[in-house]
């Protein structure tokens, strides 16, 4: 058997019904990986077992309480966590039967819990349940690594410290926790459709992951506009997928994808919500940002795309959500719609700003508008500031590039 591939595979859940046992984010984390250390030595030798995800489990949670028991000070913890476990535990046969069994489910709620501030919700989901490391959780959020890891240190103290309970809170309280769960699985999704760093093109295992969350997200709110636009935005992001990479792993903008290759049971049921979303009259950040999918999606061709309507979309998002990021999508609209040279205006101000000065995708946006013109030797200028603070390196490649595209134009200097 492959352990890594199990480990990339299979980790999340296992550590999720671990914490559950354990009661202790650190020592579920440090004890799963002294179990994986175990199956490397012993696996090879005694053969794997039928249930390796239980196997893993088991014999983490054993050494946890041989941890604890050598510890005189934690006798406490050591009988909370006897208590937590069964004597002869064994775990269900499938974690994915039932929404509300669901230990993953449950620890997206435990993380997003009000007493948590909003980034540090995030933040842990993201290094539990996806295994993401604190420097690409630092880049998704655009702050430094040791602010991060600060983060999440404060936020598991909290959790032990206040007894935060694991588990999917009952109907009445669900709604306080919504908004929370929302982004965290929308940022499951984002790292794994454009992971903020490495060499990897992408973690189609995220995206599974995180549409999956999201579905029983909306199972357990049906009304809740918002998770409904979630889910949309997944699956129409999703459903572009096979089409976003060449042969060779390289990049493939929206405008040159072979739209042929995009999956039309995925538009199909991500146009359904999304307007199901924007005509509840309801629709937020995820219902809008779904609308706007769905009109990519639905144009045949690339010259089909209403722009115009796109950035109107973008427009109300920017009311209602205003963002850097928000600002940056919708100025790169407006280019598209009304000409390069008002999207490079509005790019200006936000240049000028600073908010989101370690942002590759804004001097990336700013090379696309000036290649639209003709303005080769600015764009290569905006091209080089873009790879020069670009974290992936596929994206870097895609940089790459358009800048020897631009740099061969008449009268570019190299």
């Known amino acids: 058997m492959d352990i890594g ?24 984390e440090e004890m799963l990986q002294e179990a994986f250390a175990t199956a490397l030595e012993r696996w090879p030798r005694d ?34 966590v006897a208590a ?11 974690l994915d039967e039932e929404p509300l069994t669901d230990d993953r489910l449950r620890l997206i709620f435990t993380c997003c819990h009000p007493a948590l501030a909003p980034e540090a919700q ?9 295994g993401l490391s604190v420097d690409e959780i630092a880049r998704a959020f655009l702050v430094p690594a040791p602010t991060m890891a600060q983060r999440l240190i404060r936020a598991k103290g909290k959790i032990r410290l206040a007894r935060i309970p694991y588990e999917v809170p009952a109907a009445d ?56 636009g979630l889910l949309a935005l997944l699956l129409l992001q999703d459903s572009r997928r096979a089409a976003r990479f060449d042969r060779s792993g390289d990049l493939v903008s929206l405008e040159e994808q072979d739209r042929t290759l995009w999956d039309p049971d ?16 309801r629709a937020g950040f995820y219902g809008l940002q779904a609308a706007i999918a769905a009109i990519h999606a639905q144009a045949v061709r690339p010259g089909d795309t209403d722009w115009r309507q796109i950035a109107i979309l973008y427009a109300l998002l920017l009311r209602a959500h205003p963002s850097p ?62 790879l020069r603070i670009v974290g992936n390196d596929v994206e870097r490649r895609y940089l790459e590039r358009r800048l020897q595209e631009v740099s061969r134009a008449p009268g570019t200097s190299g």
């Not at 794997?48 to 510890?71: E, G, Q, Y």
């Not at 995030?122 to 996806?130: G, Q």
């Not at 992971?195 to 599974?208: H, K």
């Open 325 to 386: 990021v928000v600002a940056l999508n919708h100025a790169a609209a407006v280019g598209m719609a009304e000409g390069p040279e008002r999207g490079l205006a509005l790019l200006d101000g936000l240049e000028r700003s600073g908010d989101l000065a370690r942002f590759h995708l804004l001097p990336a946006a700013k090379a696309d508008l000036l290649r639209r013109l003709g303005r080769s030797a600015e764009a290569a200028i905006a091209y080089r500031e873009a």
């Open 173 to 228: 309280r669900l709604a306080e926790r919504l908004s929370g769960v929302l982004r965290v699985v929308y940022l499951v999704f984002n790292e794994g459709y454009a992971p903020t760093g490495g060499s990897g093109s992408l973690r189609p295992d995220l995206c599974v992951e995180a549409i999956r969350l999201a579905r029983h997200v909306h199972a357990l709110l049906p009304g809740e506009s918002e998770a409904a």
């Open 47 to 80: 053969g794997v077992p039928a249930n390796p995800v239980a196997w893993l489990v088991s014999t983490a949670r054993h050494k946890a309480i041989d941890r604890l028991r050598r510890a005189a000070s934690l006798d406490a913890k050591r009988f909370e």
């Open 266 to 281: 995925e538009i199909a049921e991500g146009s359904r919500l999304a307007e199901r979303a924007l005509r509840s009259g």
């Open 122 to 130: 995030v933040a842990l989901t993201l290094k539990t349940l996806c």
């Open 84 to 94: 937590r476990t069964p004597a002869a535990w064994c775990p269900e046969p499938d």
């Open 5 to 28: 591939g199990l480990y990339k595979d299979e980790r999340p859940r296992a550590l999720a019904t671990l914490i559950r046992l354990v009661g202790d984010f650190d020592l579920a």
